[in-house]
């Protein structure tokens, strides 16, 4: 079943694209906040879907594009501009203290990461039928093979190939 021209109009801590249908709530895989798509829906249950951007119609004033879309299967938010990240993780964290925990707050500082590239001083990898390293997604059901990640800290891109090697 295919969804046509709905509008993102949130994402959840997982990445996903949060729309509003006459079917119910979508959860959307590659859509950001403020895309307009058509959705393939995967799973229909009673209150919500998911599925899965079949076509862009109109990209996001957020989305910048400017890493390859596997990437976003391992970090969600790669692709929005920084600014809307900060402020929907912070959305998010205020979200999941009323939920959680019943502490209602108005607003919180998020402190912008100076440098949001090569931060990560960690990843986890694991290897693939052909016993190459990749990244996991979808809880390990597919993995990406990456040669570089730009998240990663520059020395972990650069000892990636020894590792590959033996």
Known sequence: MELRNL???????????????????????????????????????????????????????????????????????????????????????????????GIELENVEILENKNNLNYRNKIELKTNENFELCYCVDNGESKIKLENCPLSDESINEFLPFLQEN
Do not use: C, P, W
Request: hydrophobic fraction near 35%.
């Open 7 to 101: 509008e993102i109009i949130d994402n959840t801590n997982e990445g996903l694209g949060v729309a509003k249908s006459e079917e119910g709530i979508v959860f959307v895989k590659g859509g950001l906040v403020g895309d307009i798509v058509d959705v393939e829906i995967t799973q229909k249950k009673k209150k919500f879907s998911n599925g899965f951007v079949k076509k862009y119609l109109k990209y996001s004033e957020y989305r910048e594009n400017l890493y390859d879309e596997k990437l976003t299967d391992i970090y969600h938010f790669i692709n929005l501009k920084y600014e809307k990240e900060l402020e929907l993780k912070k959305k998010m964290f205020l979200d999941s203290l009323r939920k959680n925990i």
